[in-house]
């Protein structure tokens, strides 16, 4: 059921080394230019950055955020150390195995009521 509302929203954690972007509604070229300054600014200080992508509520992209984000993959291949997908739905489950090819981090799917154990995994050894 969509829920016909938008939100974005994005913190970093353990000195901008994780980044947690949560997407309510569908993904926006808007979106993606807030987000990924935030990265580049941890890929800048790190080398790389480890993202916590929630998408419990997300409803898939508009075609200029699909764009803007297929776009950020090609220029951050090698810029995301590890990958949490965290939701409720099949699809972002197999969404998680369907990133792997386009990204060199390690990536793994969470429930929603496993966010404190991504967190957990993005924290290893930072």
């Not at 994005?10 to 990265?39: H, M, N, S, W, Y």
Request: proline share 2%; glycine share 8%.
């Amino acid at each position: 059921m969509a829920t016909n509302t938008h939100d974005l929203q994005v913190r970093t954690a353990a000195d901008g080394r994780i980044v947690e972007v949560k997407v309510c509604g569908k993904l926006t070229q808007a979106d993606c230019e807030k987000f990924i300054p935030v990265i580049d600014e941890g890929v800048e200080k790190f080398g790389q950055v480890r993202l916590l992508f929630d998408c419990a509520d997300f409803e898939g992209w508009t075609l200029d955020g699909m764009l803007e984000d297929a776009k950020f993959g090609l220029h951050h291949y090698n810029a995301i150390f590890r990958m949490a997908i965290v939701g409720n739905k099949t699809w972002e489950k197999a969404m998680a195995t369907l990133c792997k090819p386009f990204t060199k981090a390690a990536v793994n799917y969470y429930d929603v009521s496993e966010i404190d154990t991504a967190r957990a995994w993005l924290r290893e050894g930072t």
